[in-house]
């Protein structure tokens, strides 16, 4: 049970955001720039796949699962791959890019001052762009406050991640502005 009375029996942060439509608006299309904006260069399932990484990191189960099967959806891969990739992206098959990334979205969730030049090199040095570098850390520091949101006010998870494999595609065509949960 979440630490407060929710009003709704919806999980994680469709629970919150059910229970404060006014921040609902803005924190969904906050999420809906950073993930889904096709005026990116890096694709929808790279940027699920840094959401789902952060969360792995800061341990919320429900954000990493439900990123991790959307990343999943977009790549075309299983959620046991996409955990292999959480356990351990340097040995993943995914590209030297994606690598770099991964490594300073890693620092970004320890802090922003961990960022280091060197990170940021490497990451230019498999070509990725200023405007990569800087939606990484964006969406890296944005999962953090989703995270200590969701874990924050104990919010409950399906513990059966089928649920949010299953729930990937349409979550995918929907986008972040509508709830398929309500």
């Not at 006010?153 to 399906?158: G, K, Q, V």
């Amino acid at each position: 049970m979440a630490h407060i009375n929710l009003e709704n029996e919806l999980p994680g942060i469709r629970g919150l955001m059910a229970y404060s439509p006014k921040t609902e608006a803005p924190l969904n299309a906050l999420a809906e720039v950073l993930l889904r904006d096709d005026d990116n260069t890096l694709t929808r399932g790279d940027r699920e796949l840094i959401g789902a990484y952060v969360s792995y990191l800061n341990d919320c189960f429900f954000c990493q699962n439900v990123h991790g099967a959307l990343a999943g959806h977009y790549l075309g891969c299983n959620i046991h791959e996409i955990d292999a990739i959480k356990s351990d992206f340097t040995s993943a098959a995914i590209t030297p890019k994606m690598k770099a990334l991964l490594a300073i979205a890693a620092s970004v969730q320890k802090g922003g001052k961990a960022v280091t030049e060197e990170q940021v090199a490497a990451a230019r040095a498999e070509n990725a762009t200023d405007k990569e570098i800087h939606d990484t850390v964006l969406i890296a520091a944005a999962f953090c406050m989703f995270n200590r949101y969701v874990d924050g006010l104990a919010t409950w998870a399906p513990q059966d991640r089928q649920f949010y494999v299953n729930r990937a595609p349409q979550r995918a065509l929907d986008g972040y502005q509508s709830s398929i949960y309500k």
